[in-house]
């Protein structure tokens, strides 16, 4: 039973430009959650997607957006890149009536020169 | 400010001894808890968690006690062994009635086992 799968495990970006992570999760979960994690801090939340909404938002500007696709896989997109949204970028799923057993895949690793 | 804070960025244990990873909150409408494992280059691995109803509950060599009157936290390790060394992080849900349930997460304490 594969848990969450994110893509791609490393990526460099220029500043300005634009990214795309994408993550499938367990097994039977329907919600994903996705985080940043700075250097030596913890993952901060940024958004959660559940029937293809976005249902609540964490404290990141406009330029992060998100989708879910039927089959309950998600993509985060980070418009006009800035040095600062290096970072690693985490996803984490879970089955939204039970509301615990977020299972986290193990992230993107963004790096923005 | 953050939600959820740790009182040491580092602590470092002998071999067989039993740890405490401390955590203080300060949202008391948190309802839902979590201790996480984050070993380097992987993604925060669950540990133990704890309701807001609840003050102590324990697994295989941890237990989780929960202080609601000082919105306290900690995380207790039996016997700790080398692989536990890892950061741990402690992290809170707030329902906001929404039903959405982004959690908060605090700095992280890097336990360092010494043999």
């Known amino acids: 039973d594969a848990g969450v799968t994110q893509s791609p495990t490393h990526l460099i970006k220029t500043r300005g430009q634009q990214v795309t992570l994408r993550c499938s999760p367990k097994?039977?979960?329907?919600?994903v959650s996705w985080y940043q994690q700075a250097l030596g801090q913890g993952p901060q939340f940024i958004f959660q997607y559940y029937e293809e909404e976005e249902r609540q938002r964490g404290n990141f500007p406009d330029r992060f957006s998100g989708h879910q696709f039927p089959n309950y896989s998600s993509e985060l997109n980070v418009n006009a890149l800035w040095l600062g949204d290096s970072a690693l970028y985490l996803c984490a799923s879970s089955f939204r009536s039970g509301g615990s057993g977020y299972t986290f895949g193990s992230g993107t690793r963004l790096t923005v020169v | 400010g953050e939600s959820v804070g740790l009182h040491l960025p580092t602590l470092s244990v002998q071999e067989g001894d039993n740890s405490i990873i401390n955590c203080a909150y300060s949202?008391?409408?948190?309802?839902?808890f979590i201790w996480y494992k984050q070993e380097s280059g992987k993604g925060p691995q669950f540990i133990i968690d704890?309701?807001?109803?609840?003050d102590k509950r324990q697994g295989q060599r941890v237990t989780v006690l929960l202080n609601k009157t000082v919105k306290h936290l900690s995380l207790q390790i039996a016997a700790t062994q080398p692989g536990d060394s890892a950061v741990y992080f402690c992290?809170?849900?707030?329902?906001?009635?929404?039903?959405?349930?982004?959690?908060?997460f605090g700095k992280g304490t890097h336990l360092i086992i010494q043999p």
């Open positions: 949202n008391s409408a948190s309802d839902y």
């Open positions: 704890i309701r807001s109803n609840m």
């Open positions: 992290a809170e849900r707030t329902d906001s009635g929404g039903g959405a349930d982004g959690l908060t």
């Open positions: 097994s039977g979960h329907d919600t």
